[in-house]
């Protein structure tokens, strides 16, 4: 390892030093180093990364069309994305370390295992070779490898993958150093470089439209053009090499220029900006889509990885392929990969999108061998899972379109099959199999309809049952309001169980499914269920809410005080089994969330007879995608509006068991099944 600037080696593995001089500029600025007589290295393809912290695409594009990085003006620039999907396991926090790891494995955190900016992180070689690890591998290129960083935190992360960089310059905060020791390592022949500055983070500090961010970006830029003529130089001088240079950054910011973690647009928004044209970059001059749903069907930061060592022919073999990106050479763009698990519990349904030349055949690879050979153009496949027992199983999938391939871990909390436990006939006091509108209670013990008439948001969506009992669900969308802001669908009971007397215990029940990045759970959350003002948790009732990270929270109030249980994760797009057991007589609330993608999630919290009294909180019903008052979203103005998908629907007047929930996710067959 070698240290330069002042600063330490910055941890890690040792690396052969280099004969560098110390570096001629000061710590803003360029000192751009003469050319040398002769170069050093062989002809062929060669690479440059650079990565800015805290330079934003908007930053960057102003900057390019205001003529304050002369330097850049060449570039591809095109929006991309970091961060992961939210609410599946491979979601990752937008900030420096994880995004680091993206950039430099083509992975998320599910693989390379960097969720955090603490001291403590690395990266897992096994799992997530970097891509100066794959570069060594093919050894008959014999490529020299360095990496120049001012973040010190970065090499610590390359700490368990050993003899993969030839050069590791720690600049402990020099951006110039940065500048001067990259330019250094390019005369001398090295093939895979990394150059890495902090400025713009440091200066985004004050503002993302303060004068001293503006220099900063302009100052990175006129930094990054000196490498990009140090490159020119080479080329001009070897005709033979064939540099490909890739700009970029490991997160966005948001509007305020900090680096909060969070998965909204700005946060996740990053660019890809290349010196070649790049067939699979989406979106190229164009500005960044303002909601996360657009953002992420463009480019993605682990899509930087794939992108060089497919310029230097250092590609995994299909067999071995695991990057959540794709080389953006290829004529197709393969894009949005998602895993579900089937309806059934015992396969895995992926899904995918073609672009560009997307008339090409399909593969599937699980674990590395094939398993499937699609037609043309093909975007799905539903492959059947075999276990010895139940359990949660993980699996490395690859689809592979013309010369694009894309992979994914995909997890299963996989199920033999089973029935549906009769008992469960027993004790029901309201069901709503929600096949139709209006929804009607087969027990005929309540009714469910919109809060208000003019402004009912149901719909009838596909189910996740299989057939023969495959049919509808219903959608309950809170962005159709009336003048009143009254949103949300509403069950009232005849016959309340929160508050009948004889009902000493009762079990609410039902599948949900959030939208594919559950953009409602931001903020101050959504209210999934609820027959309280959910303003404040410690309002009088009971609630279910949505928040970050597709968390559920249960919670009842008495006005004064509160219990709660949280951390229940379900994934985003896919349907859960959700349920809440309220024991009044022994002072229990008992959640369990079944989630296909996940071990069985239960808790309790202790009650108190306060809590007990005020379990009907407003006594005016239960609000779905609503609270108590149908007016939730109005109150709560930063929490986004959306479409939650609800199915059987169900009240008991008991306590239902562990065992007789379970059989309802494992069996995926609806409550009517057993024709009660």
Same mark, same amino acid.
């Given at each position: 390892?070698?240290?330069?600037?002042?600063?330490?080696?910055?941890?890690?593995?040792?690396?052969?030093?280099?004969?560098?001089?110390?570096?001629?500029?000061?710590?803003?600025?360029?000192?751009?180093?003469?050319?040398?007589?002769?170069?050093?290295?062989? #002809?062929?393809?060669?690479?440059?990364?650079?990565?800015? %912290?805290?330079?934003?695409?908007?930053?960057?594009?102003?900057?390019?069309?205001?003529?304050?990085?002369?330097?850049?003006?060449?570039?591809?620039?095109?929006?991309?994305? &970091?961060?992961?999907?939210?609410?599946?396991? #491979?979601?990752?926090?937008?900030?420096?370390?994880?995004?680091? /790891? *993206?950039? !430099?494995?083509?992975?998320?955190?599910?693989?390379?295992?960097?969720?955090?900016?603490?001291?403590?992180?690395?990266?897992?070689?096994?799992?997530?070779?970097?891509?100066?690890?794959?570069?060594?591998?093919?050894?008959?290129?014999?490529?020299?490898?360095?990496?120049?960083?001012?973040?010190?935190?970065?090499? $610590?992360?390359?700490?368990?993958?050993?003899? &993969?960089?030839?050069?590791?310059?720690?600049?402990?905060?020099?951006?110039?150093?940065?500048?001067?020791?990259?330019?250094?390592?390019?005369?001398?022949?090295?093939?895979?470089?990394?150059?890495?500055?902090?400025?713009?983070?440091?200066?985004?500090?004050?503002?993302?439209?303060?004068?001293?961010?503006? =220099?900063?970006?302009?100052?990175?830029?006129?930094?990054?053009?000196?490498?990009?003529?140090?490159?020119?130089?080479? #080329?001009?001088?070897?005709?033979?090499?064939?540099?490909?240079?890739?700009?970029?950054?490991?997160?966005?910011?948001?509007?305020?220029?900090?680096?909060?973690?969070?998965?909204?647009?700005?946060?996740?928004?990053?660019?890809?900006?290349?010196?070649?044209?790049?067939?699979?970059?989406?979106?190229?001059?164009?500005?960044?889509?303002?909601? !996360?749903?657009?953002?992420?069907?463009?480019?993605?930061?682990?899509?930087?990885?794939?992108?060089?060592?497919?310029?230097?022919?250092?590609?995994?073999?299909?067999?071995?392929?695991?990057?959540?990106?794709?080389?953006?050479?290829?004529?197709?763009?393969?894009?949005?990969?998602?895993?579900?698990?089937?309806?059934?519990?015992? *396969?895995?349904?992926? #899904?995918?999108?073609?672009?560009?030349?997307?008339?090409?055949?399909?593969?599937?690879?699980?674990?590395?061998?094939?398993?499937?050979?699609?037609?043309?153009?093909?975007? =799905?496949?539903?492959?059947?899972?075999?276990?010895?027992?139940?359990?949660?199983?993980?699996?490395?999938? $690859?689809?592979?379109?013309?010369?694009?391939?894309?992979?994914?871990?995909?997890?299963? /909390?996989?199920?033999?099959?089973?029935?549906?436990?009769?008992?469960?006939?027993?004790?029901?006091? %309201?069901?709503?199999?929600? +096949?139709?509108?209006?929804?009607? +209670?087969?027990?005929?013990?309540? &009714?469910?309809?919109?809060?208000?008439?003019?402004?009912?948001?149901? *719909?009838?969506?596909?189910?996740?049952?299989?057939?023969?009992?495959?049919?509808? /669900?219903? =959608?309950?969308?809170?962005?159709?309001?009336?003048?009143?802001?009254?949103?949300?669908?509403?069950?009232?009971?005849?016959?309340?169980?929160?508050?009948?007397?004889?009902?000493?215990?009762?079990?609410?029940?039902?599948?949900?499914?959030?939208?594919?990045?559950? *953009?409602?759970?931001?903020?101050?959350?959504?209210?999934?269920?609820?027959?309280?003002?959910?303003?404040?948790?410690?309002?009088?009732?009971?609630?279910?809410?949505?928040?970050?990270?597709?968390?559920?929270?249960?919670?009842?109030?008495?006005?004064?005080? =509160?219990?709660?249980?949280?951390?229940?994760?379900?994934?985003?797009?896919?349907?859960?089994?959700?349920?809440?057991?309220? +024991?009044?007589?022994?002072?229990?609330? &008992?959640?369990?969330?079944?989630?296909?993608?996940?071990? $069985?999630?239960?808790?309790?919290?202790?009650?108190?007879?306060?809590?007990?009294?005020?379990?009907?909180?407003?006594?005016?019903?239960?609000?779905?995608?609503?609270?108590?008052?149908?007016?939730?979203?109005?109150?709560?103005?930063?929490?986004?509006?959306?479409?939650?998908?609800?199915? %059987?629907?169900?009240?008991?007047?008991?306590?239902?068991?562990?065992?007789?929930?379970?059989?309802?996710?494992?069996?995926?067959?609806?409550?009517?099944?057993?024709?009660?």
């Amino acid at each position: 390892m070698l240290a330069a600037c002042g600063g330490g080696g910055g941890g890690g593995a040792g690396f052969a030093p280099i004969a560098v001089p110390p570096p001629s500029g000061n710590n803003t600025g360029g000192g751009s180093s003469p050319p040398p007589a002769t170069y050093q290295g062989k #002809s062929g393809p060669k690479a440059l990364l650079v990565e800015v %912290d805290g330079l934003t695409h908007a930053a960057l594009a102003e900057a390019i069309a205001q003529n304050r990085a002369p330097g850049l003006q060449a570039l591809q620039l095109a929006p991309a994305w &970091t961060g992961g999907a939210n609410g599946t396991p #491979s979601e990752q926090r937008t900030t420096d370390l994880p995004g680091w /790891a *993206s950039l !430099v494995t083509g992975t998320w955190a599910q693989r390379h295992t960097v969720r955090w900016d603490t001291a403590d992180q690395r990266i897992d070689a096994t799992l997530a070779p970097s891509v100066f690890a794959y570069a060594k591998q093919k050894a008959d290129a014999a490529y020299l490898t360095g990496s120049v960083t001012t973040n010190t935190a970065y090499p $610590t992360l390359l700490a368990r993958e050993n003899g &993969t960089l030839d050069a590791a310059v720690d600049c402990a905060g020099a951006d110039a150093c940065v500048t001067e020791r990259t330019g250094q390592l390019i005369d001398q022949g090295y093939d895979l470089l990394l150059a890495q500055y902090g400025a713009p983070a440091a200066a985004a500090a004050d503002g993302l439209r303060s004068e001293g961010y503006r =220099r900063a970006v302009a100052g990175t830029a006129a930094a990054v053009g000196e490498l990009l003529a140090r490159v020119a130089r080479r #080329s001009a001088h070897d005709a033979k090499e064939d540099w490909l240079v890739v700009l970029t950054t490991g997160h966005g910011l948001d509007a305020f220029g900090a680096a909060t973690g969070l998965q909204n647009a700005g946060n996740k928004t990053v660019f890809i900006a290349s010196n070649k044209a790049l067939a699979a970059l989406p979106a190229v001059g164009e500005a960044a889509p303002a909601d !996360v749903a657009a953002l992420t069907k463009l480019a993605a930061a682990t899509d930087v990885a794939p992108t060089v060592l497919r310029h230097l022919n250092a590609l995994p073999a299909d067999a071995d392929y695991r990057f959540n990106g794709q080389a953006l050479q290829a004529p197709t763009a393969l894009r949005g990969l998602v895993a579900k698990t089937g309806a059934d519990r015992n *396969s895995i349904e992926l #899904s995918w999108s073609l672009a560009g030349q997307a008339d090409v055949p399909v593969k599937v690879l699980r674990d590395g061998k094939l398993v499937a050979t699609l037609a043309a153009g093909a975007t =799905r496949y539903a492959d059947p899972i075999e276990a010895a027992s139940d359990g949660l199983y993980t699996f490395d999938y $690859t689809v592979q379109a013309g010369e694009a391939s894309l992979a994914l871990q995909a997890r299963i /909390a996989y199920l033999k099959p089973a029935t549906l436990a009769p008992t469960l006939r027993n004790g029901l006091v %309201d069901y709503y199999p929600l +096949d139709a509108l209006p929804a009607v +209670d087969r027990m005929g013990a309540s &009714t469910l309809a919109p809060w208000a008439a003019d402004a009912d948001g149901g *719909s009838l969506v596909d189910d996740g049952f299989k057939a023969p009992y495959k049919a509808k /669900a219903l =959608r309950v969308d809170s962005t159709l309001k009336n003048a009143d802001g009254t949103a949300g669908y509403r069950l009232l009971q005849t016959n309340d169980v929160a508050t009948a007397t004889a009902v000493t215990a009762y079990t609410i029940g039902f599948w949900m499914r959030t939208d594919a990045t559950c *953009s409602q759970g931001v903020s101050n959350g959504a209210s999934v269920i609820a027959n309280k003002n959910y303003t404040t948790g410690g309002n009088a009732g009971l609630a279910i809410g949505l928040f970050g990270s597709c968390e559920l929270r249960f919670n009842v109030g008495t006005g004064s005080a =509160r219990a709660d249980s949280n951390g229940y994760r379900i994934s985003a797009g896919q349907w859960a089994y959700v349920a809440l057991v309220i +024991d009044k007589a022994n002072l229990r609330m &008992t959640p369990y969330v079944f989630d296909a993608t996940r071990a $069985t999630q239960t808790g309790s919290a202790t009650l108190t007879p306060d809590l007990v009294a005020k379990l009907g909180g407003l006594n005016n019903g239960i609000g779905l995608n609503e609270d108590g008052t149908g007016q939730y979203y109005k109150r709560e103005t930063s929490s986004p509006r959306g479409a939650m998908d609800f199915n %059987d629907f169900a009240i008991w007047n008991r306590a239902l068991t562990a065992d007789e929930l379970a059989s309802i996710f494992k069996s995926g067959q609806p409550l009517s099944a057993l024709a009660p």
